[in-house]
């Protein structure tokens, strides 16, 4: 295996069904949109015997069958897809609109976050609400997504004791990152808002309203506005 060069991919194994493979080092738009477009082309052109491609901020994780394939194999498709990878069309980026209550009950940690930042708390509200992230990957819990552009000024620390249960729909911050919390679930970020929608459903082909690749936008609401929307039986 060449996990040694300096140049990429890389290769490692993980574990004896797992080949995690590196496109880069560095949280980067471009090194991201290289992950889903080898994804793109296993999709069409995998060796019998992958079970499951996992994309991540600059990995591919590929889950294949010990008794079907040998992790060589792997690595020479992965070396002859990556010829084709710039050539690969992504689908086309959505910019996924998302109502947010922030403060107060639904964001306890927002008044914290403004104050480490030496901002009023609306300041924190529009520099956070004003800003379309791009979602690099889901992961944790069940469509968390990991979104990219999170304005300086906002960079925060996770809290140093996790809470037991975050509520389901929290949008919360740590360090350089924000995300949401789709369903309830212990977590140590700063919950600044909360969403109305209901934002996973397991019963739907894909169970939550957006995929790795597209935007998503946070739209300010008032506590009114997330209490009549929170009663609606489906938001996404």
């Known amino acids: 295996m060449s996990s040694q060069s300096d140049s990429f991919p890389r290769f ?6 797992g080949l995690l493979v ?3 080092e560095d949280i980067d738009l471009e090194v991201n949109r290289r992950v889903r477009r080898m994804a793109v082309l296993l999709e069409h052109d995998a060796p019998g015997g992958i079970l499951e491609v996992i994309t991540a901020y ?3 994780m590929l889950v294949y069958d010990p008794a079907m394939l040998a992790p060589q194999a792997i690595e020479d498709t992965i070396r002859r897809l990556e010829e084709g990878l710039d050539r690969v069309e992504l689908p086309r980026e ?6 947010v209550c922030y403060g107060g009950e639904h964001g306890p940690d927002l ?12 300041e924190a509200v ?22 990219g552009g999170l304005d300086e000024r906002l960079h925060t620390p996770r809290r140093q004791t996790p809470r037991s249960r975050v509520p389901q729909g929290s949008v919360g911050i740590a360090n350089a990152q924000t995300g949401i919390y789709p369903v309830s679930s212990p977590g140590g970020w700063q919950l600044i808002g909360r969403t109305p929608w209901q934002l996973f459903s397991p019963s739907k082909d894909w169970p939550v309203p957006y995929k790795p690749g597209d935007r998503l936008r ?6 009114g506005e997330y209490n009549r929307a929170s009663r609606e039986p489906d938001h996404a």
């Open 126 to 147: 529009r520099l956070h609400s004003e800003v379309d992230y791009p979602i690099y990957m889901l992961g944790f819990t069940p469509g968390f997504p990991y979104l």
């Open 94 to 99: 959505r910019i996924i609109e998302i109502p």
């Open 218 to 223: 946070f739209k300010p609401i008032h506590a």
């Open 22 to 24: 590196e496109l880069g």
């Open 12 to 17: 490692r194994l993980s574990g004896d069904r």
């Open 58 to 60: 600059r990995s591919l």
């Open 111 to 122: 008044p914290f976050v403004a104050e480490r930042n030496g901002l009023s708390q609306e």
